[in-house]
């Protein structure tokens, strides 16, 4: 069995007076980030801080707290989500 190998991606950024930073371009289309997205820093036991888009970890959260339920419900994706809101909120199917 072919084992593939995972890409590892090296960035520097400058920190501005603010504090602020520019993600770099390829990282932002690697988290999947876009204008206005908020980014989670999560710091892991060994010290190292991780960031992640927070949008996508919070849908990874729900999913895992209704892991099977949501499956019975037959929503898989953030466009089935979106479609019990909308189902709920205006009654479309």
Avoid: C
């Amino acid at each position: 069995m072919a084992t593939r190998e995972r890409m590892v991606y090296m960035n520097l950024a400058k920190i501005s007076a603010n504090g602020q930073i520019t993600v770099p371009a390829e990282i932002r289309h690697l988290l999947g980030l876009k204008p206005g997205d908020k980014v989670l820093f999560l710091q892991k036991p060994s010290g190292e801080i991780v960031i992640n888009n927070a949008s996508a970890q919070a849908i990874y959260k729900a999913q895992r707290a209704f892991e099977g339920v949501a499956e019975q419900m037959g929503v898989y994706n953030e466009d089935d989500v979106q479609a019990l809101v909308d189902e709920v909120r205006y009654g479309k199917e």
